[in-house]
């Protein structure tokens, strides 16, 4: 029980790994991927309950207050680190993967569709997001040395 409690505290503490890239990495792809699930369980459910996808704007509105909300009650606000952990869940995670997932007509019942030039944006917002935090803490890191 003791070794959840650790893994629980250290998830749920902020950090801006100020001169740790690869933690910044791990941890900004970690909140991607948090977006991207956030949509993907909201829209399982959606479709179990009411037998069709929720609309996308719908979704993302949902869980840009809901993760808002969350930055600003539970972790209080730590700044640009506030509104990169915003970004990298909300826009790049669950916008990104709303953008380019969409039900098509025709196509069974919880079958959708991919629509890769919908998602670029998306993903070179997030990789030119991600390059920059990178190097400014390879710059800082180098420096302390």
């Known amino acids: 029980m003791r070794t959840v409690s650790t893994i629980f505290t250290t998830l749920t503490t902020p950090d801006r790994f100020a001169d740790d890239w690869y933690g910044y990495l791990l941890n900004q792809v970690s909140h991607c991927a948090l977006g991207l699930l956030f949509v993907l369980t909201l829209c399982t459910g959606w479709l179990g309950f009411f037998g069709e996808f929720p609309y996308r704007w719908q979704v993302f509105v949902f869980v840009a207050v809901v993760y808002a909300l969350k930055e600003l009650l539970l972790d209080r606000w730590h700044g640009f680190d506030t509104i990169e952990d915003f970004m990298f869940v909300v826009i790049y995670g669950a916008g990104g993967t709303l953008a380019s997932f969409f039900e098509l007509a025709g196509l069974p019942v919880g079958l959708v569709a991919f629509d890769i030039k919908a998602t670029t944006p998306f993903m070179t917002m997030f990789v030119l ?15 302390n040395k």
Do not use: E, T
């Open 129 to 143: 997001h991600l390059s920059a935090g990178c190097i400014v803490r390879l710059r800082k890191q180098r420096r």
